[in-house]
């Protein structure tokens, strides 16, 4: 069954670096979604992608935040100056044009700020 | 409004028997559920799913989970835990909020299955 693939599985950067998630949706699916889940906390949705621009943001994704699909199955969060509080699991998924509600995610990346 | 309640943070069962992990949503719209799970360090894993078909749907792993829509719930279960169960579980809701998809999850319960 096809998936949702997410690198690295475990990033550790310094506070103040600048870190890129990559993720490859399922290849026929046009909605991409970041999320993430801080240690004991619930998941948060961050942001939705359409069409090549953003359909959707929650607060937390602020201008240090940014999404991109560069090249037709990538999917990358950037988050551009790191802070301790971005210590997290991050969680990719996607979604066909037919079954929007239905988002299948990836594994996700755990990124520690050090 | 679209919710997700999830009853027990923490539930405790022995090994072999019956496990209810139980979930109650609230949305405007026609929703569809999901029970994900995720054991220690690891990644999501989805479970199952509802989306308006059969109301009793099975997952992976013997669980299966029941749509109730006089109850709002989709509360999961399993006959007989084993120990590779232990896990956090999560309930999902989707919908298509004012035009745009949505999604709630819930605040997990961690499973402990007891030798």
């Known amino acids: 069954e096809p998936e949702v693939t997410q690198t690295p599985s475990h990033q550790v950067t310094q506070m103040g670096q600048e870190v890129i998630l990559r993720c490859v949706p399922i290849?026929?699916?046009?909605?991409f979604y970041w999320y993430r889940q801080i240690l004991g906390q619930k998941v948060e949705f961050l942001v939705s992608?359409?069409?090549?621009?953003?359909?959707?943001k929650s607060e937390i994704f602020d201008d240090q935040f940014s999404v991109e699909r560069p090249d037709g199955s990538n999917f990358t969060l950037k988050i551009r100056s790191t802070k301790l509080e971005d210590s997290a699991m991050y969680f990719c998924a996607s979604s066909e044009q037919e079954s929007k509600n239905i988002q299948y995610f990836g594994a996700g990346t755990r990124l520690s700020v050090l | 409004a679209q919710s997700v309640t999830q009853l027990d943070s923490h539930v405790s069962v022995s090994e072999g028997t019956p496990v209810l992990l139980r979930c109650n949503y609230s949305?405007?719209?026609?929703?569809?559920l999901f029970w994900y799970v995720q054991h220690p360090n690891k990644g999501l894993q989805l479970l199952l799913k509802?989306?308006?078909?059969?109301?009793l749907v099975k997952g992976i792993n013997g669980f299966e989970a029941e749509f109730k829509k006089s109850e709002t719930s989709f509360h999961l279960t399993k006959p007989s835990a084993h120990m590779s169960d232990a896990a956090e579980y999560f309930c999902v809701v989707s919908d298509n909020s004012g035009g745009y998809q949505k999604v709630t999850f819930g605040t997990g319960t961690k499973l402990q299955v007891i030798p």
């Open positions: 949305s405007s719209y026609s929703p569809s």
């Open positions: 992608f359409y069409n090549n621009e953003i359909s959707e």
């Open positions: 509802y989306t308006s078909a059969a109301t």
């Open positions: 290849s026929n699916h046009l909605y």
